[in-house]
């Protein structure tokens, strides 16, 4: 760098020449020394020995043997500054050469370990001293080792999750892959082409809301003219209902009010409505079906039923008699015509009318206030009562309670009762229903009566059937419990009925009020099932949201038998053969709701008659052991 450089004097003399070996005395600062040529014994200056490491780096190295001995993935904890500088100290009076090893726990170790981490995966510093003091560890190891476990865990509960996601995931895309080779393939009912899958537009609904209404306005003329001019429905439009509602292929997918729920003619939802009653209640000419004038006779007639409903519920011997042989209530037919303030045409038309009334008694797990609700709600009554009521409507609420309260309101509602049999008609009919509470006897009652005494707007139903005061009381009891009256009592029409079903017809067994009761106790249980928190799922049911579940499939399976294997809306049935006994019988029924697929359910019924009490049948074909006989 500086060569053999001369100095020269400043004042510009020759001067002697001097070298850079004499300037310097030091060889170290000497710039001409050569520090690549000398050998290691030759340095100037000494070279630390190999087991003096700075600060620093032996920082590093220390760090890098913990790690290595499972301890390095944090500081060392509670250590003061001495304790630190001492340990550090120590270390670098280690042998060079040396290298620590893994540290392996022993059997014992692991097992002591892993029992405490069963019972706690978190254990506090006092916990891991305890055990490291026992097993021969500091703390740290004991400490690091629980963090590892924690995160192996993890780590195999991760690979575990994710293989059921996997296989889940498979599931499902078999399931698509399935359901969508099932849409390639399906074929219209009746013409045979492939479906047409979506939604009917917008102009095609409204066509269809436009003939649905042309249709029962018509049918409604109908019916007026056949009753104006004495003579039967028009034999054009066969059987129909007054007040029909839209016809089959009414897509009720359209955005209006919930209000009038599915169309009657249907019959193909699981709570099926009843007659289409407009936004404003009318039936004729724009106008309340039940006048503002005729408000007062409608509420007269209500009290009237409803005393005669109070006497008949708490009567007894001569107006009740029970039979010797079923031990059943039978009414007095002329003890009942003298107290009652209704005509009754029974001996008059003793040959076309005869009169069926029950009474029964109960307690059910419901109380008072949640069983009127129900009764006062067409829908819940549906859902309380599904064997017995297959369409019920609220068409008008006449009057309501004070401040909304129930007691006092009067409703006219529409409904239709079946029995599960396509042997016997159902029954239709148009009625008033009025609620009261008796606050002193802390009771309600509720009454149904028939509304031919204000006007005659309403033609008969086919078969001829006038429901006369019938209902019954309430009456709530200390434990959440209420007991109920039920009175039920009807004009009818005398037509023969399948002899396999005359007398459950006729003895009140098939409308009467011990059906009514019985439907109702076991609906009671089934909601107080429903809500129930304590009952053992006997290792089938996992949990409550499941029972939940289950039985509301219950519920729904149980309103479409009723519904299929019945005569609701006209359904009618085809006789395979001419025998009376065991004959098979077909009807189709043509399925619209949402959440089914389109398209006709065929329905096969079979009715027979087994010497045996119903008790004996069910409890053989409910038990499993016996169900191949």
Same mark, same amino acid.
């Given at each position: 760098?500086?060569?053999?450089?001369?100095?020269?004097?400043?004042?510009?003399?020759?001067?002697?020449?001097?070298?850079?070996?004499?300037?310097?005395?030091?060889?170290?600062?000497?710039?001409?020394?050569?520090?690549? =040529?000398?050998?290691?014994?030759?340095?100037?200056?000494?070279?630390?020995?190999?087991?003096?490491?700075?600060?620093?780096?032996?920082?590093?190295?220390?760090?890098?043997?913990?790690?290595?001995?499972?301890?390095?993935?944090?500081?060392?904890?509670?250590?003061? !500054?001495?304790?630190?500088?001492?340990?550090?100290?120590?270390?670098?009076?280690?042998? /060079?050469?040396?290298?620590?090893?893994?540290?392996?726990?022993?059997?014992?170790?692991?097992?002591?370990?892993?029992?405490?981490?069963?019972?706690? /995966?978190?254990?506090?510093?006092?916990?891991?001293?305890?055990? @490291?003091?026992? %097993?021969?560890?500091?703390?740290?190891?004991?400490?690091?080792?629980?963090?590892?476990?924690?995160?192996?865990?993890?780590?195999?509960?991760?690979?575990?999750?994710?293989?059921?996601?996997?296989?889940?995931?498979?599931?499902?895309?078999?399931?698509? *892959?399935?359901?969508?080779?099932?849409?390639?393939?399906?074929?219209?009912? @009746?013409? !045979?082409?492939?479906?047409?899958?979506?939604?009917?537009?917008?102009?095609?609904?409204?066509?269809?809301?436009?003939?649905?209404?042309?249709?029962?306005?018509?049918?409604?003329?109908?019916?007026?003219?056949?009753? *104006?001019?004495? +003579?039967? /429905?028009?034999?054009?439009?066969?059987?129909?209902?007054?007040?029909?509602?839209?016809?089959?292929? $009414?897509?009720?997918?359209?955005?209006?009010?919930?209000?009038?729920?599915?169309?009657?003619?249907?019959?193909?939802?699981?709570?099926?409505?009843?007659?289409?009653?407009?936004?404003?209640?009318?039936?004729?000419?724009?106008?309340?079906?039940?006048?503002?004038?005729?408000?007062?006779?409608?509420?007269?007639?209500?009290?009237?039923?409803?005393?005669?409903?109070?006497?008949?519920?708490?009567?007894?011997?001569?107006?009740?008699?029970?039979?010797?042989?079923?031990?059943?209530?039978?009414?007095?037919?002329?003890?009942?015509?003298?107290? @009652? /303030?209704?005509?009754?045409?029974?001996?008059?038309?003793?040959?076309?009318? +005869?009169?069926?009334?029950?009474?029964?008694?109960?307690?059910?797990?419901?109380?008072?206030?949640?069983?009127?609700?129900?009764?006062?709600?067409?829908?819940?009554?549906?859902? $309380?009562?599904?064997?017995?009521?297959?369409?019920?409507?609220?068409?008008?609420?006449?009057?309501?309670?004070?401040? !909304?309260?129930?007691?006092?309101?009067?409703?006219?509602?529409?409904?239709?009762?079946?029995?599960?049999?396509?042997?016997?008609?159902? +029954?239709?009919?148009?009625?008033?229903?009025?609620?009261?509470?008796?606050?002193?006897?802390?009771?309600? =009652?509720?009454?149904?009566?028939?509304?031919? @005494? $204000?006007?005659?707007?309403?033609?008969?139903?086919?078969?001829?059937?006038?429901?006369?005061?019938?209902?019954?009381?309430?009456?709530?009891?200390?434990?959440? *419990?209420?007991?109920?009256?039920?009175?039920?009592?009807?004009?009818?029409?005398?037509?023969?009925?399948?002899?396999?079903?005359?007398?459950?017809?006729?003895?009140?067994?098939?409308?009467?009020?011990?059906?009514? %009761?019985?439907?109702?106790? +076991?609906?009671?249980?089934?909601?107080?099932? $429903?809500?129930?928190?304590?009952?053992?799922?006997?290792?089938?049911?996992?949990?409550?949201?499941?029972?939940?579940?289950?039985?509301?499939?219950?519920?729904?399976?149980?309103?479409?038998?009723?519904?299929?294997?019945?005569?609701?809306?006209?359904?009618?049935?085809?006789?395979?053969?001419?025998?009376?006994?065991?004959?098979?019988?077909?009807?189709?029924?043509?399925v619209t709701e949402p959440g089914q697929p389109n398209g006709l359910i065929l329905c096969a019924v079979s009715t027979t008659w087994i010497p045996y009490n119903h008790f004996q049948v069910f409890d053989l074909l409910r038990d499993e052991r016996r169900r191949a006989q």
């Amino acid at each position: 760098m500086f060569g053999d450089c001369q100095l020269f004097s400043s004042m510009g003399m020759g001067g002697n020449a001097v070298s850079s070996d004499s300037l310097y005395s030091s060889p170290i600062q000497n710039p001409n020394f050569n520090f690549m =040529a000398m050998g290691g014994n030759n340095l100037p200056f000494n070279i630390f020995p190999p087991n003096i490491i700075p600060k620093e780096e032996n920082g590093l190295l220390k760090s890098k043997e913990e790690m290595d001995s499972g301890s390095g993935s944090e500081h060392i904890e509670g250590m003061s !500054g001495n304790e630190l500088e001492t340990e550090q100290h120590q270390q670098q009076q280690q042998q /060079p050469g040396k290298k620590k090893r893994y540290h392996r726990h022993t059997a014992r170790q692991i097992q002591e370990m892993e029992a405490l981490f069963k019972e706690c /995966p978190h254990p506090d510093d006092k916990q891991r001293l305890k055990l @490291s003091q026992d %097993l021969g560890l500091k703390p740290r190891q004991v400490k690091f080792w629980f963090q590892n476990r924690r995160t192996q865990m993890k780590a195999q509960q991760d690979r575990a999750d994710n293989v059921i996601l996997r296989a889940e995931n498979d599931n499902l895309k078999n399931e698509n *892959y399935r359901l969508q080779a099932a849409l390639r393939s399906i074929m219209c009912p @009746s013409c !045979g082409g492939p479906a047409m899958l979506g939604e009917m537009g917008y102009d095609e609904q409204q066509l269809r809301l436009e003939n649905a209404r042309l249709k029962e306005e018509f049918e409604r003329v109908c019916c007026l003219v056949s009753q *104006y001019n004495g +003579r039967g /429905p028009m034999q054009g439009i066969g059987p129909t209902t007054p007040l029909l509602p839209p016809s089959l292929e $009414l897509d009720m997918s359209i955005n209006f009010s919930r209000k009038f729920e599915e169309p009657m003619a249907n019959c193909s939802t699981e709570m099926v409505s009843v007659p289409f009653i407009p936004e404003n209640n009318s039936q004729f000419s724009g106008g309340p079906i039940i006048l503002e004038e005729e408000k007062s006779t409608a509420m007269e007639l209500a009290l009237s039923s409803m005393d005669e409903l109070v006497k008949m519920c708490q009567a007894a011997d001569p107006l009740w008699i029970r039979a010797t042989d079923s031990g059943k209530e039978i009414l007095n037919v002329e003890e009942y015509s003298r107290m @009652s /303030p209704w005509p009754v045409g029974i001996k008059q038309n003793s040959n076309e009318l +005869r009169i069926e009334a029950t009474r029964s008694s109960a307690v059910v797990i419901m109380n008072s206030i949640t069983l009127v609700d129900a009764l006062l709600d067409a829908n819940k009554w549906i859902e $309380l009562f599904p064997s017995i009521i297959s369409r019920a409507k609220t068409i008008q609420v006449v009057t309501s309670g004070v401040s !909304g309260h129930a007691s006092g309101s009067l409703q006219l509602m529409f409904m239709e009762m079946q029995a599960l049999t396509p042997l016997v008609p159902t +029954r239709e009919c148009y009625f008033l229903r009025y609620c009261q509470q008796n606050v002193e006897e802390g009771t309600w =009652a509720i009454v149904d009566f028939p509304l031919d @005494s $204000l006007h005659n707007n309403f033609p008969a139903p086919f078969p001829y059937f006038k429901r006369r005061p019938s209902g019954c009381i309430i009456q709530d009891m200390p434990n959440g *419990y209420s007991r109920v009256t039920w009175v039920e009592q009807a004009e009818v029409e005398e037509n023969p009925v399948n002899q396999i079903f005359n007398q459950y017809v006729s003895s009140g067994m098939a409308f009467g009020a011990q059906r009514w %009761l019985g439907i109702l106790q +076991r609906q009671c249980e089934r909601l107080a099932s $429903l809500m129930a928190r304590n009952i053992s799922d006997l290792g089938v049911i996992p949990s409550p949201e499941a029972r939940k579940s289950l039985m509301n499939l219950a519920q729904r399976m149980i309103k479409t038998f009723c519904m299929n294997i019945s005569t609701s809306c006209g359904q009618s049935w085809t006789a395979l053969s001419d025998s009376l006994e065991d004959t098979v019988r077909i009807t189709t029924r043509k399925v619209t709701e949402p959440g089914q697929p389109n398209g006709l359910i065929l329905c096969a019924v079979s009715t027979t008659w087994i010497p045996y009490n119903h008790f004996q049948v069910f409890d053989l074909l409910r038990d499993e052991r016996r169900r191949a006989q």
